[in-house]
């Protein structure tokens, strides 16, 4: 399992400069985090993780000036708004939390990630039970340590090591995991 992802020293400069509102600091912080925050969304809220992540950004905007801390901190806030963006989204449209969605739509950004495989393994996740599903987005895709998962969760850490086992373990017996693994052989 991989420990937090390494942050590129530019954007410390980039929610430093954000924090002052430079326009320029928050386009590099967009750029740099919205791909994770789309994708786990997209886990969370399905069909609306657009919505979700407009709304997720937006509260950024008006509650950067309030952030204090470095940018694994900001990371770890950006996922927690994000996760609350996401279930008010489920919310209003009356959507069930964490369950399979529909395929992402026809686009060209949506050829682009199943070209990749990424729309593949979304869809995938997404079937787990909520919490190993969130616990597995936040932890290896988005890259969070384990405190900051369970901060953003609301569980305690042992909880979110046994949830993200938990999830990748039926990953790995999932028949489409299984059957892409075979073909691989």
Do not use: N
Request: aromatic residues 4%; hydrophobic residues 45%; charged residues 25%.
């Amino acid at each position: 399992m991989r420990r937090s992802t390494p942050v590129p020293a530019d954007l410390d400069d980039a929610l430093r400069a954000a924090r002052d509102g430079d326009e320029r600091g928050f386009a590099v912080l967009w750029r740099a985090l919205q791909p994770g925050v789309l994708r786990y969304l997209w886990v969370l809220a399905g069909e609306h993780a657009e919505d979700a992540a407009s709304e997720t950004w937006l509260q950024v905007i008006r509650d950067l000036h309030r952030f204090h801390g470095d940018v694994a901190a900001f990371r770890g806030w950006l996922f927690r708004v994000a996760r609350h963006r996401g279930l008010d989204e489920c919310r209003r449209r009356r959507r069930p939390v964490l369950g399979p969605g529909p395929g992402l739509a026809a686009d060209a950004a949506s050829e682009a990630l199943e070209g990749d495989g990424t729309a593949r393994a979304l869809r995938i996740i997404a079937t787990l039970p909520g919490d190993q599903a969130e616990a597995v987005m936040l932890r290896v895709v988005a890259g969070l340590d384990v405190a900051t998962t369970a901060h953003i969760l609301g569980k305690q850490p042992g909880a979110v090591r046994v949830a993200t086992m938990r999830g990748l373990r039926r990953l790995a017996a999932h028949p489409q995991v299984t059957a892409l693994a075979e073909e691989e052989v």
